[in-house]
């Protein structure tokens, strides 16, 4: 069972917006916020946005991520086809001492 | 630039114990962290344990306590993941990820673990 809870999956047009949320607690995502993956089938998991809003280079400015409370968010404008995929957020738990993942919501661009 | 390589695929009968290794390169081998995060089929990332290279030190998550170990070794700058006492489902792909600015920033390519009798 997933530390984090996401919705499993987000249906947005092209050119669109989407939002994906990710909830947890104090422990984790109230602390010291959430980074978020991207996956596509097949391959590992790529980092799009960690400490809540920085992006690795190479990740489109269309990426950005925030925190409200507990919910991390995170936002793709201008969706294109390759944004298609699976979504994780991560966290580390401070009282679990341990890591956790949400579920993954899966991005489908209309 | 940074890359993870993981060694191949593996096929083990239940009971028995798997070791996948992980071979870092293009940044010190001691400066980060690395994890370990297993993957189902159709399921979602799960958060195995980690080391610190530079000290040995790990952590691992409370399911797999006892049936886990990982280890590195900085003359040849490999990290190791062994999980033993394998039950169908451990039957998933094993990735390992370095650890940098607090997230799981490169990945390994993945190493498929099936458990079969």
């Known amino acids: 069972q997933a530390g984090l809870t996401q919705p499993p999956s987000v249906s947005k047009g092209l050119r669109q917006t989407a939002t994906v949320t990710c909830t947890g607690s104090?422990?984790?995502?109230?602390?010291?916020?959430a980074a978020w993956l991207q996956q596509h089938q097949g391959h590992p998991p790529k980092l799009l946005s960690y400490r809540n809003n920085d992006r690795p280079s190479g990740i489109s400015e269309r990426v950005s991520a925030s925190r409200s409370g507990n919910t991390a968010s995170l936002t793709i404008t201008g969706l294109q086809p390759e944004d298609e995929g699976d979504y994780y957020c991560?966290?580390?738990?401070?009282?679990?001492?341990?890591?956790?993942f949400g579920g993954g919501t899966k991005l489908t661009v209309l | 630039q940074v890359q993870l390589v993981q060694s191949g695929a593996e096929v083990k009968k239940p009971g028995a114990s798997v070791k996948v290794s992980c071979e870092p390169s293009g940044y010190p081998f001691t400066a980060y962290y690395i994890h370990w995060v297993r993957q189902a089929p159709g399921q979602e990332l799960e958060w195995m344990g980690l080391?610190?290279?530079?000290?040995?030190?790990?952590n691992y998550a409370r399911e797999f306590q006892g049936r886990l170990t990982i280890t590195s070794d900085t003359s040849i700058k490999t990290a190791y993941m062994e999980l033993t006492s394998l039950k169908s489902d451990d039957t998933a792909v094993y990735y390992c990820?370095?650890?940098?600015?607090?997230?799981?920033?490169?990945w390994g390519q993945g190493t498929l673990v099936t458990v079969s009798s």
């Open positions: 991560s966290a580390w738990d401070r009282g679990l001492s341990a890591w956790v």
């Open positions: 990820a370095r650890e940098g600015t607090g997230a799981f920033d490169h």
């Open positions: 080391i610190n290279p530079n000290d040995d030190g790990t």
């Open positions: 104090s422990n984790n995502i109230g602390r010291q916020g």
